[in-house]
Structure formats: structure tokens, C-alpha cells
């Protein structure tokens, strides 16, 4: 898919390399959210991540940033992570990415945020439960 597309992934992990957290939800939290910003990407151009690392008061951030088609937030701010809600009429939307990547935070007390804006991208923030 990667490849297909030319998606552009630019990561930044300096800040913190390291994420105390289930690998498999790891694994499938990445998976979701580069496979969204690849399928909603805007017609005709080649898709751009952007995914960096923060620690702050030693509590670990994850920001994805694309610059897709967006969500109107107005219209979807309650049921963004809901089980089968869609927003595109993409083929291949089937509303389980971003509600499995809300709860394997939700359940393994994370927390993650959306900003997103029609043809200028979303950003996810997501932060991890602070490690003991």
C-alpha cells in the first residue's frame, strides 16, 4: 500500500523512543491510522504523515498528522470513534479502524484526541498511560 500510493512517511521520535504499552495494540493503533490517512488521502497527489513523539512530565504523546481530505467536525464530533460509522463514501470504509485504535487506549488507559478540517488534514493526538 505504501509503496502503490508513494506515501510519504516522515517520523520523529527523538523526543521519546520508547512506549510502555500492548505491542499488538501498538502495532494495530500505527496500522489504523496510516491506513486512514492513505485511504482518505486527496485525490491526486501522494500522501504525507508526519508522526513524531512528545514526553512531557514524563507522559508519552503520539501525534499522526496527515494532509488528507479532513472531517467536518461540526458534523462528526460525536461519533468519530463509534463501531461502523463512516464519513467518506470510500469502498473500503467499514467504521473499525478508529474505533478499535480508541479502545485499545481507552481500555489501557490512554487517551486520544482528533482535529481534523475539510482538504487540510487531521492531526490524532494520542497520549499513553504514564508508566510506573
Given at each position: 500500500m505504501l509503496?502503490?500510493?508513494k506515501t510519504?512517511i516522515?517520523?520523529?521520535?527523538?523526543?521519546?523512543d520508547?512506549?510502555?504499552?500492548?505491542?499488538?495494540?501498538?502495532?494495530s493503533?500505527?496500522?489504523?491510522?496510516?491506513?486512514?490517512s492513505?485511504?482518505?488521502?486527496k485525490?491526486?497527489?501522494?500522501?504525507?504523515?508526519?508522526?513524531?513523539?512528545?514526553?512531557?512530565n514524563?507522559i508519552?504523546?503520539l501525534?499522526f498528522?496527515?494532509?488528507?481530505?479532513?472531517?467536518?467536525m461540526?458534523?462528526?464530533?460525536?461519533?468519530?470513534?463509534?463501531?461502523?460509522?463512516?464519513?467518506?463514501d470510500?469502498?473500503?470504509?467499514?467504521g473499525?479502524?478508529?474505533?478499535?485504535?480508541y479502545?485499545?487506549l481507552?481500555?489501557?488507559?490512554?487517551?486520544?484526541d482528533i482535529?481534523?478540517?475539510?482538504?487540510?488534514?487531521?492531526?490524532f493526538t494520542?497520549?499513553f498511560?504514564?508508566?510506573?
Amino acid at each position: 500500500m505504501l509503496l502503490d500510493t508513494k506515501t510519504n512517511i516522515f517520523a520523529d521520535f527523538a523526543d521519546e523512543d520508547v512506549i510502555v504499552f500492548n505491542k499488538a495494540h501498538l502495532e494495530s493503533i500505527f496500522l489504523n491510522l496510516i491506513s486512514n490517512s492513505i485511504k482518505y488521502a486527496k485525490p491526486n497527489t501522494y500522501p504525507q504523515i508526519n508522526i513524531r513523539s512528545r514526553k512531557v512530565n514524563g507522559i508519552v504523546t503520539l501525534i499522526f498528522k496527515d494532509d488528507g481530505i479532513g472531517l467536518d467536525m461540526e458534523k462528526v464530533r460525536g461519533r468519530i470513534f463509534g463501531f461502523n460509522q463512516t464519513f467518506h463514501d470510500n469502498k473500503d470504509s467499514k467504521g473499525i479502524g478508529l474505533y478499535l485504535v480508541y479502545n485499545h487506549l481507552i481500555n489501557l488507559g490512554g487517551h486520544i484526541d482528533i482535529d481534523s478540517r475539510v482538504n487540510e488534514g487531521t492531526t490524532f493526538t494520542i497520549t499513553f498511560k504514564k508508566a510506573i
